[in-house]
């Protein structure tokens, strides 16, 4: 199947059942937090048949985790709409809902204009979710800048690269890649690089 607007993407297992903390895996119920428990990587079956985006069959993308949730109506809850192949695990995505990809064996990069962001924390209070246990978050006090975590071709011909400092909104949506919280934002809401 080759989608006329959409990637078309397989990830076989849309919501993750165990959580691992230190040594420790415990299995979760998945429906407690969709959100924190989606599984937001999957691998591209086809591109769009109109567009060219640097993405290939057989490339790792991210996507945003509404493409997987299913939605409540007043039937009850519906799979996504954006699943097409239940068995085969295929949902549709359009170009704007896949914020990174990666090739086999390279480095995830920013796709389209999401930036991803590492947070400058004010002070060292580390304060750390485990996903079990439920409690007021303590809020961390973060400069007004952060560093550019992946490449993207937008910010290279910006001349921002990865490292960069870079002024923002504070409009920021959490990832967590690679074990660790990385923050996306629109391109047009980075105001501008830090000069050191």
């Given at each position: 199947?080759?989608?006329?607007h959409?990637?078309?993407?397989?990830?076989?297992?849309p919501?993750?059942?165990?959580?691992?903390?230190?040594?420790?895996?415990l299995?979760?119920?998945?429906?407690?937090d969709?959100f924190?428990?989606?599984?937001?990587v999957g691998t591209?079956?086809?591109?769009?048949?109109n567009?060219?985006h640097g993405?290939a069959?057989?490339?790792e993308v991210?996507?945003?985790?509404t493409?997987?949730?299913?939605h409540?109506?007043k039937d009850?809850r519906q799979?996504?709409p954006?699943?097409?192949?239940a068995?085969?695990?295929?949902?549709?995505?359009?170009?704007s809902?896949v914020v990174?990809h990666?090739?086999p064996?390279?480095?995830?990069?920013?796709?389209d204009r999401?930036?991803?962001l590492?947070?400058?924390?004010?002070s060292?209070?580390?304060y750390?979710?485990?996903?079990?246990?439920y409690?007021?978050?303590?809020e961390?006090?973060?400069k007004?800048?952060?560093r550019v975590?992946f490449a993207s071709?937008?910010?290279?011909?910006?001349g921002?690269k990865?490292g960069?400092k870079?002024?923002?909104?504070p409009?920021l949506?959490?990832?967590?890649i690679d074990g660790?919280?990385?923050?996306?934002?629109?391109?047009d809401?980075i105001y501008g690089?830090r000069?050191e």
């Amino acid at each position: 199947m080759q989608g006329i607007h959409e990637f078309i993407i397989e990830i076989k297992h849309p919501f993750k059942n165990t959580i691992s903390h230190g040594n420790l895996e415990l299995w979760v119920d998945s429906d407690f937090d969709r959100f924190q428990h989606s599984n937001r990587v999957g691998t591209v079956i086809s591109t769009p048949l109109n567009e060219y985006h640097g993405i290939a069959e057989g490339d790792e993308v991210m996507i945003v985790q509404t493409v997987v949730m299913p939605h409540i109506t007043k039937d009850g809850r519906q799979p996504s709409p954006h699943l097409v192949d239940a068995i085969k695990g295929w949902y549709r995505a359009e170009p704007s809902l896949v914020v990174m990809h990666k090739k086999p064996d390279q480095e995830w990069r920013s796709f389209d204009r999401n930036v991803f962001l590492e947070r400058i924390e004010e002070s060292e209070e580390a304060y750390e979710r485990s996903g079990i246990i439920y409690q007021t978050k303590i809020e961390k006090l973060f400069k007004p800048y952060s560093r550019v975590a992946f490449a993207s071709h937008l910010l290279d011909e910006h001349g921002i690269k990865v490292g960069d400092k870079v002024y923002h909104s504070p409009d920021l949506h959490e990832y967590e890649i690679d074990g660790k919280t990385y923050y996306r934002t629109p391109i047009d809401f980075i105001y501008g690089k830090r000069e050191e």
